[in-house]
Nanobody, 126 residues
Framework: VQLQASGGGLVQPGGSLRLSCAAS????????IGWFRQAPGKEREGVSC????????VYADSVKGRFTISKDNNNNTVYLQMNSLEPDDTADYYC????????????????????WGQGTLVTVSS
């Protein structure tokens, strides 16, 4: 499995960005895609995740109401729509896949993810 994250960039506070995570390769029938971020000098933080099956989602408290995760199963892509961006959202954003066979809901816990994409940098600054 390969994951390709894209869509990062420089945006002013209050602005929006949409990140994409394109998955390719042989995938299990059920899996979760998660987004994580890591700012300089900080630990990696779980942001959101979505199940490939029923589209159920989880969000970190820090992004609830501002970020929306969605999926397009036709092209194996997961999106993270980020609105009302704040300087604290500045980080490298990574997507990852948890091949969980649907035995559990998605979790934004980095240790359970099997595959990781490269990061895409989001900078929120005026």
């Amino acid at each position: 499995v390969q994951l390709q994250a894209s869509g990062g960039g420089l945006v002013q506070p209050g602005g929006s960005l949409r990140l994409s995570c394109a998955a390719s390769g042989v995938m299990r029938p059920a899996y979760a895609i998660g987004w994580f971020r890591q700012a300089p000098g900080k630990e990696r933080e779980g942001v959101s995740c979505i199940m490939s099956t029923d589209g159920s989602t989880v969000y970190a408290d820090s992004v609830k109401g501002r970020f929306t995760i969605s999926k397009d199963n036709n092209n194996n892509t997961v999106y993270l729509q980020m609105n009302s961006l704040e300087p604290d959202d500045t980080a490298d954003y990574y997507c990852a896949m948890d091949e969980n066979w649907g035995i559990r809901d998605c979790l934004i816990v980095a240790g359970i993810y099997d595959y990781w994409g490269q990061g895409t940098l989001v900078t929120v600054s005026s």
